[in-house]
Structures are given as structure tokens and as C-alpha cells.
């Protein structure tokens, strides 16, 4: 009896309803989350007439749900400090793998895999543009963001340096001033290059830049024997003195079965490796230590072997530099500089102890805005550089990563530097309602809703990224209330209907018996 299906269809669609807002309120501290929203619309009519004038009467079947739509207005972002956090301020989905099928989130509360692959709570990759040497590459196919963790940054070499340094011009022909700047090689050693200025005429200095090389040795251990090498390079014709910071011991074992530790003696600019090993020799002989030995080979390598033998510190050398090492500063009136005109290129150190290629330097004489970076005016103070700066850097340790307003994700190490490791990227479809939603605060795309195009945060009306943040519900605690008491008083009004015409029929069957 249509008596008893009309309101049917109404509980029916009142439950169905209800159980929109339940799960609404069910979802409101779900991160990401956005409310839905149940419609009706009235079912088929039945044609009974028409009226005189022609009207037609008809009669209604009852109801139905029309759309269950999903409101997809950015929930309130809040921060977490957290690095694998993220959240969309504006239109747009996060892209998760899901197999080789894509999936779109508006729930940032992402994790690490642990072979560090950024992840969706539910273990689904997040997807963006892959990087290669720090460079993003946003022409390319999406693919998973994987954070080098427990990875090393690997070293480069200094290539450009700069001092910003005034120069006394009232200070006499001959004296001199310096300036000292770090620079690294291919393998991340650093050393301290000076720039030593020399005053040669009025408005006039030379400079001569040397980079001391500290040679660290290469040791080895065989039979109870110790093996140390120090490789002074191919020529092997020119050492330092011993390096006074580190001040390089070697201790051994006496015929009395004590112990000895030497200072090696300081070596005489333009000796040969084997002249100082001699020397080296007699400095051990004379201390009473037995067992050791100093020699050296045609390569330039110091080698000390001996048993019971250990050594601290280190030794140093001046590396060769190329012709560009030295030259002449001219100054106009002003203290300007006019000469060179230009960078100096060219300036290379070769030999490394270390064996790290042969270090090429270009020194910036000029800064952005073309004013140079040396200058010379009366100065009573220190000539020392007020700034510094070079482009190399060690290698270093991953450390954490961060997740910037376009999507970048930049990965920290602990040598300072910093290096993109890919582009989160955001999603758009034509029409959001037609997003099917497959659980876990994720949307699979359909026919109704398009193709989602993807693209850079902050493009393209794609709205932006706001990194170690979340995004919370969207859903309005007040107005689910007052759907619920609207709910309520329409499926209890059903009920009535229903009971209503229970008790019509009972009576009409009573009349019948």
C-alpha cells in the first residue's frame, strides 16, 4: 500500500541521512576530512485526473536521495613541527601511489619508510617530481619522493672565493697585509688559502695567494709492523717546516724498554724528501728509539715503519700554484679598484697530499652591483677581510629535510648545506563531487569528476603548501547539530505516518470482520 511506502522512502532517506551527520561528527578530528551533505528529491507521481479546467492531479510516491555532497573548503592548518607534515592552503589534492594507480589527499600526515620514501599513513607513496644533483626536474614523470636518509652529501670543490677587505693606503712601501679565506678540494678537505698583499707604490700592492697543504698519513699495520706514509707529492722537492698547531710526534720503543717521543726536525725550504728522511733518521738514532725507521722513495713519500711505533700531528707543504697566484692591485684616487679590471681565473694548486684533484680557483674581485670588493683608504685599524665567502663545501651527513610553500622538499646535512631532493606536486579535477572516496581520507577520480591535471603548488589556481602542518576537518560541529535535531523530528514524523496508517488498516480490517 503506497499508505505504508511513502513514508518508508522518508525513513529511509531520514536514516540515510542520519548517517551522513554521524559520520561527519565521527570525523571531525580526522586530519584532512571534509563533511558531506545528504539532499533529497521527491520520487515518480501518479496521475490520477485532471481537473476541469484541465489541470492534471496527481499524487506523490514519496522520496529519495538526491546527492550526498562532499564540502571541499580548506579545514583550519595548524602547526606540528613536524618535517613529514604537510597541508594544502587553497584547491588541490596531495598525489599518493597506489600501485601504479594515483589517489588524491587532502591529509598531510605523512611518514618515512625506512628505506625513506614519503608515505601516506596507510603506507601509499607520495608522488611529485624527482630531483638529480639538487635540480628538480618539473618537465618529468611523477614519481615517489624518497628522502636520503642515513645518505652523505658528497664533497665540492671550491671553485669561486671573494674577500671583502680594505687596504691601509697609508701604510709604508713593503709592509704587507693578509687576508685568509677556507676553501675545500674534490675530496672535502679544507684549507686556509692567504691572499698576502705587499705595498709597492702609492696606490699600488701586489698579491700572492699560497694554500699550506697538511699532509696526513697513511698508515698500516702488518705483522706487529707499523707502516706511515707521507706523500709530499711527485717532485717531492720542496717541504715546510713542521706544522706548530698539530706538532707532529713519533714514539717508540727504547733498547731499555722504555719508551721515546721525538719532534721531527723542521725541514729547510727546497729539501728533498730524502735529505729530511735522513735527518729524520738521525733525530730518531739519537733519541735511543730502536726498531724504526725513515726512508724515502723516488715519489716524494716519506715513509716511518718500525714496530711499536705511533705518531700524532702532521706535516705541511706549499703546493705548486699556477702563475695567476700572483699579480699587482692598482686604486684610483678614490680608493677604487680599476685594475685588474676583472675576476682573476685560473688559480690552481696541484699536488694535493690528499690526492684530491688539482684545485682550480676563479677569485671574485667584483661584487652583484659591479662595485669591487677590495678597496684602499687611510685605515688605522686591523686590514683583516670584513666577509668571506667561497662555494665549496665537505661532504655531510644527512640530517633532515623540509618541505617548502611550492612543494620543494630540501634535505639538510650537516656540513650547513642544503640540496633539493624533489617537488611535491598538487592534483585538480574539473568537478570534486565526482571524486569517489575510497577511505583513509583519499579520492580516486571517475568520469564525473575528469582527468586530474597535476602540476606546482601556487600555479594554475593550485593553492600552496604549507610544510610541518596539518590540516584539520571541516566539519562545523554546530551546524551537524542542528541537521541532526532537522533529521530527527523528519524520521520520527515518518515513524508517526507509519504507525498512523498501522493503526487505519487495523481498524478497517476490525469493519470488515
Same mark, same amino acid.
Given at each position: 500500500?503506497?499508505?505504508?511506502?511513502?513514508?518508508?522512502?522518508?525513513?529511509?532517506?531520514?536514516?540515510?541521512?542520519?548517517?551522513?551527520?554521524?559520520?561527519? /561528527?565521527?570525523?571531525?578530528?580526522?586530519?584532512?576530512?571534509?563533511?558531506?551533505?545528504?539532499?533529497?528529491?521527491?520520487?515518480?507521481?501518479?496521475?490520477?485526473?485532471?481537473?476541469?479546467?484541465?489541470?492534471?492531479?496527481?499524487?506523490?510516491?514519496?522520496?529519495?536521495?538526491?546527492?550526498?555532497?562532499?564540502?571541499?573548503?580548506?579545514?583550519?592548518?595548524?602547526? !606540528?613541527?613536524?618535517?613529514?607534515?604537510?597541508?594544502?592552503?587553497?584547491?588541490?589534492?596531495?598525489?599518493?601511489?597506489?600501485?601504479?594507480?594515483?589517489?588524491?589527499? =587532502?591529509?598531510?600526515?605523512?611518514?618515512?619508510?625506512?628505506?625513506?620514501?614519503?608515505?601516506?599513513?596507510?603506507? =601509499?607513496?607520495?608522488?611529485?617530481?624527482?630531483?638529480? &644533483?639538487?635540480?628538480?626536474?618539473?618537465?618529468?614523470?611523477?614519481?615517489?619522493?624518497?628522502?636520503?636518509?642515513?645518505?652523505?652529501?658528497?664533497?665540492?670543490?671550491? +671553485?669561486?672565493?671573494? /674577500?671583502?677587505?680594505?687596504?691601509?693606503?697609508?701604510?709604508?712601501?713593503?709592509?704587507?697585509?693578509?687576508?685568509?679565506?677556507?676553501?675545500?678540494?674534490? /675530496?672535502?678537505?679544507?684549507?686556509? *688559502? !692567504?691572499?698576502?698583499?705587499?705595498?709597492?707604490?702609492?696606490?699600488?700592492?701586489?698579491? &700572492?695567494?699560497?694554500?699550506?697543504?697538511?699532509?696526513?698519513?697513511?698508515?698500516?699495520?702488518?705483522?706487529?709492523?707499523?707502516?706511515?706514509?707521507?706523500?709530499? $707529492?711527485?717532485?717531492?722537492?720542496?717541504?715546510?717546516?713542521?706544522?706548530? *698547531?698539530?706538532?707532529?710526534?713519533?714514539?717508540?720503543?727504547?733498547?731499555?724498554?722504555?719508551?721515546?717521543?721525538?719532534?721531527?726536525?723542521?725541514?729547510?725550504?727546497?729539501?728533498?724528501?730524502?735529505?729530511?728522511?735522513?735527518?729524520?733518521?738521525?733525530?730518531?738514532?739519537?733519541?735511543?728509539?730502536?726498531?724504526?725507521?725513515?726512508?724515502?722513495?723516488?715519489?716524494?713519500?716519506?715513509?716511518?715503519?718500525?714496530?711499536?711505533?705511533?705518531?700524532?700531528?702532521?706535516?705541511?707543504?706549499?703546493?705548486?700554484?699556477?702563475?695567476?697566484?700572483?699579480?699587482?692591485?692598482?686604486?684610483?684616487?678614490?680608493?677604487?679598484?680599476?685594475?685588474?679590471?676583472?675576476?682573476?681565473?685560473?688559480?690552481?694548486?696541484?699536488?694535493?697530499?690528499?690526492?684530491?684533484?688539482?684545485?682550480?680557483?676563479?677569485?671574485?674581485?667584483?661584487?652583484?652591483?659591479?662595485?669591487?670588493?677590495?678597496?684602499?683608504?687611510?685605515?688605522?685599524?686591523?686590514?683583516?677581510?670584513?666577509?668571506?665567502?667561497?662555494?665549496?663545501? *665537505?661532504?655531510?651527513?644527512?640530517?633532515?629535510?623540509?618541505? $617548502?610553500?611550492?612543494?620543494?622538499? !630540501?634535505?639538510?646535512?650537516?656540513?650547513?648545506?642544503?640540496?633539493?631532493?624533489?617537488?611535491?606536486?598538487?592534483?585538480?579535477?574539473?568537478?570534486?563531487?565526482? /571524486?569517489?572516496?575510497?577511505?583513509?581520507?583519499?579520492?580516486? *577520480?571517475?568520469?564525473?569528476? $575528469?582527468?586530474?591535471?597535476?602540476?606546482?603548488? $601556487?600555479?594554475?589556481?593550485?593553492?600552496?603548501?604549507?610544510?610541518?602542518?596539518?590540516?584539520?576537518?571541516?566539519?562545523?560541529?554546530?551546524?551537524?547539530?542542528?541537521?541532526?535535531?532537522?533529521?530527527?523530528?523528519?524520521?520520527?514524523? &515518518?515513524?508517526?505516518?507509519? +504507525?498512523?496508517?498501522?493503526?487505519?488498516?487495523?481498524? !478497517?480490517?476490525?469493519?470488515?470482520?
Amino acid at each position: 500500500m503506497a499508505s505504508f511506502y511513502i513514508p518508508l522512502t522518508g525513513l529511509n532517506a531520514d536514516s540515510k541521512a542520519l548517517n551522513t551527520i554521524a559520520n561527519n /561528527l565521527s570525523n571531525m578530528n580526522t586530519t584532512g576530512f571534509k563533511a558531506q551533505t545528504t539532499s533529497f528529491s521527491d520520487l515518480l507521481y501518479q496521475q490520477m485526473g485532471t481537473e476541469g479546467s484541465g489541470n492534471a492531479i496527481q499524487v506523490g510516491s514519496g522520496v529519495q536521495v538526491a546527492a550526498n555532497t562532499t564540502d571541499f573548503s580548506s579545514g583550519s592548518i595548524s602547526s !606540528t613541527g613536524l618535517s613529514t607534515n604537510a597541508a594544502i592552503n587553497g584547491s588541490g589534492f596531495f598525489v599518493l601511489d597506489a600501485g601504479g594507480e594515483q589517489l588524491y589527499t =587532502r591529509n598531510g600526515n605523512f611518514q618515512l619508510s625506512s628505506d625513506g620514501v614519503l608515505e601516506s599513513a596507510d603506507g =601509499r607513496a607520495v608522488m611529485g617530481y624527482g630531483a638529480t &644533483n639538487g635540480t628538480v626536474n618539473t618537465a618529468g614523470s611523477l614519481s615517489d619522493i624518497t628522502i636520503p636518509v642515513g645518505q652523505v652529501m658528497k664533497p665540492s670543490a671550491t +671553485t669561486n672565493f671573494s /674577500l671583502t677587505q680594505n687596504l691601509n693606503s697609508a701604510a709604508a712601501i713593503g709592509d704587507t697585509a693578509t687576508g685568509q679565506v677556507k676553501v675545500y678540494d674534490s /675530496l672535502g678537505n679544507s684549507y686556509e *688559502a !692567504t691572499v698576502t698583499y705587499t705595498k709597492t707604490g702609492t696606490n699600488a700592492w701586489s698579491y &700572492n695567494i699560497s694554500m699550506p697543504d697538511t699532509l696526513g698519513a697513511n698508515s698500516s699495520y702488518a705483522g706487529g709492523v707499523s707502516t706511515i706514509h707521507y706523500n709530499f $707529492g711527485s717532485s717531492g722537492a720542496t717541504l715546510a717546516t713542521v706544522n706548530p *698547531a698539530t706538532n707532529l710526534t713519533i714514539t717508540g720503543q727504547t733498547a731499555s724498554g722504555g719508551t721515546a717521543t721525538i719532534t721531527p726536525p723542521t725541514a729547510t725550504a727546497g729539501e728533498t724528501v730524502s735529505a729530511y728522511a735522513t735527518a729524520l733518521q738521525n733525530a730518531i738514532t739519537a733519541a735511543g728509539i730502536t726498531g724504526v725507521t725513515a726512508s724515502s722513495s723516488a715519489g716524494g713519500q716519506l715513509t716511518i715503519t718500525g714496530t711499536n711505533l705511533s705518531t700524532t700531528g702532521s706535516v705541511i707543504q706549499d703546493p705548486v700554484a699556477s702563475a695567476s697566484a700572483s699579480g699587482s692591485l692598482t686604486f684610483d684616487a678614490s680608493g677604487n679598484l680599476v685594475s685588474p679590471a676583472a675576476d682573476v681565473s685560473g688559480i690552481s694548486f696541484a699536488g694535493l697530499s690528499d690526492g684530491a684533484a688539482t684545485m682550480t680557483l676563479n677569485w671574485q674581485l667584483f661584487g652583484s652591483n659591479g662595485a669591487g670588493d677590495l678597496s684602499q683608504t687611510v685605515n688605522s685599524g686591523s686590514s683583516a677581510p670584513s666577509s668571506t665567502s667561497q662555494n665549496g663545501y *665537505a661532504s655531510g651527513q644527512y640530517q633532515d629535510f623540509s618541505i $617548502g610553500s611550492d612543494g620543494t622538499v !630540501t634535505a639538510s646535512y650537516s656540513n650547513g648545506e642544503t640540496q633539493d631532493v624533489g617537488q611535491l606536486v598538487i592534483a585538480t579535477v574539473n568537478n570534486e563531487q565526482g /571524486l569517489q572516496a575510497v577511505g583513509s581520507s583519499e579520492y580516486a *577520480a571517475t568520469t564525473a569528476s $575528469g582527468s586530474a591535471s597535476v602540476g606546482v603548488a $601556487g600555479s594554475g589556481g593550485r593553492g600552496t603548501i604549507e610544510g610541518s602542518s596539518l590540516e584539520a576537518s571541516n566539519v562545523n560541529i554546530s551546524s551537524e547539530f542542528s541537521n541532526l535535531i532537522i533529521a530527527q523530528r523528519a524520521f520520527e514524523a &515518518n515513524s508517526k505516518a507509519v +504507525t498512523t496508517f498501522d493503526t487505519v488498516t487495523q481498524d !478497517t480490517i476490525n469493519m470488515i470482520h
